[in-house]
């Protein structure tokens, strides 16, 4: 399965942004897709995830309330959609795909990336 995600940009302090995260290839397997996001000098972090199914979504406490996943099963493409942005979103963000739904939180357990996309919320 490959990943790849885009959208990013630099807007300012309330705007919107939509995130895309493409899913192609061999997608047998696949349980759940996450949105993670690093910023700089800090570690990874779990933003939002979708089952493939698209029945169930989870998000950070961050991200609760402003953000949401959803699922395009014709596009075969997961969306971030981020609302109310703030400077401390400002990050790379990433998809990945995870084969189980219990690990969607955890980075370590997800075995296939897309390249990340930058996010700069300007205050």
């Known amino acids: 399965v490959q990943l790849q995600a885009y959208g990013g940009g630099l807007v300012q302090a309330g705007d919107s942004l939509r995130l895309s995260c493409v899913v192609s290839?061999?997608?047998?397997?696949?349980?759940?897709v996450g949105w993670f996001r690093q910023a700089p000098r800090n570690q990874r972090k779990f933003v939002a995830g979708?089952?493939?199914?698209?029945?169930?979504?989870t998000y950070s406490d961050s991200a609760e309330g402003r953000f949401t996943i959803s699922r395009d099963n014709a596009k075969n493409t997961v969306y971030l959609q981020m609302n109310s942005l703030k400077p401390e979103d400002t990050a790379v963000y990433s998809c990945?795909?995870?084969?189980?739904?219990?690990?969607?939180?955890?980075?370590?357990?997800?075995?296939?990336w897309g390249q990340g996309t930058q996010v700069t919320v300007s205050s």
């Open positions: 290839g061999s997608t047998f397997g696949v349980d759940a």
């Open positions: 990945a795909a995870v084969t189980d739904w219990r690990w969607v939180k955890v980075s370590s357990k997800y075995n296939a």
């Open positions: 979708i089952s493939w199914s698209g029945v169930l979504t």
